[in-house]
Every structure is written in structure tokens, then in C-alpha cells.
């Protein structure tokens, strides 16, 4: 009884994922962009809470982590946004929510999102523990490849210069690689089919924004 209900509640999870994708990819699309760009905080957060509950973070130990992935994002982006000295010269936006000290909250979440369900991702495509290192790295710099070229549009940040310059992708890689490290060192893993699908998508939402649709 109780696996049932948690694969049926994992089910409607990933269609809420991706409802709220195709939603926002098809709104954006037909010209309603700033109304579904202003709902992009709740939709992190949204994602995030399921996240909670399917990866699930509930242990001692995914919760200490989790909130280690957060912290580094946040200070991470604190530091390059002070002294753009980590990803260049770059200032946020309007559409991701609250700052403290001019970094949304929900960038630190989006960065421990990210570790979690790449490190998952990885740890399926690997049994070394370099390469789920080097693997979760490259599709956290991949997926960032990607957001450049929408996040300007959507009001998230923009690059002083026009475009992310390539300290950006050396430093994101660099950071990914360090908490994928911590990831691997901790052996914590989550969810399989919930964590590739919020994976994909983001992937196929901002891919599309980056090949086809120029708003």
C-alpha cells in the first residue's frame, strides 16, 4: 500500500514538473511573457518542494547537504556579484524574487536543485565516482550554456559585456565540480525517475527558448 501511493504520488509530481514547463514554454511563446516570467519564484519553489518530498531530502544527512549546496550557491554568486571576479561582471533582475545582498534565494536553491538531480543523474551513468564527479559537472555548465541566451529576456541577469564571458562556464564548472565532490563524498542519492525528469525539463525548456524562440 504505502509503495503504491508513493509511485502515484511520484507520478503526479512529474506531471506537475512538467505542466509547469509546458505551461510557461507555451504562455512565453504566444506573448504572455511577462505574466509567466513573474511566476518563475513560485514555480522554483513549487519544484523544489516536490523535490523535497520525491528526492526526498529527509534524512540528517540530505538535509545537511542540501543546505550546504545552497549556502555555496549563495555565496558563490555573493562573491562574483560584489567583486566579479568568479563568473564577470553581471547584476540580477527582477524575476527571481527576494535578494539579500543582491542574489535571489532562489538561486541557492536552484543551485542545490541542480547538484541534486545531476548528481542522481550521474551516479545512473557511472559506477566511478570521478566520472559521476566530471558528468554532473558538465550537465550543470551544459544546462547554464543554455540559460545564458534566455536569462537576459526573462529579466533573471545579464552580463555587463551583452554575453556570459567564458570565466562564467570555467567558474560554474569549477563550483560544480567542488559540490559534486562533496555529493560523491557523502554517497547521498534520491529518486532516479523524478530527478532525470525535472532534469529534462529544464532542459527542453530552455533549449527551446535557445533554438527557436527569440522573444
Known sequence: KDKSYSLHAEDISIGLVWLFQISGLIGISAGHDQWFISKTPIILCLTFILLVFNFPISSSRAVLLT?????????????????GIVFGSYSYGSNLGPKIGGVPYLIGLYWALLVLVTGVAANHLSTNKLSRILIGAVLMVTLDFFMEESAPKFDFWSFTSGIAPLSNYISWFALALVLHFVLQLFTLSGSKRFSVHVLTSQFFFFIYFYVFCNI
Not at 550557491?73 to 562574483?80: D, T
Open 67 to 83: 543546505t550546504l549546496f545552497f549556502a555555496g550557491g549563495m555565496l558563490a554568486e555573493w562573491i562574483g556579484l560584489k567583486y
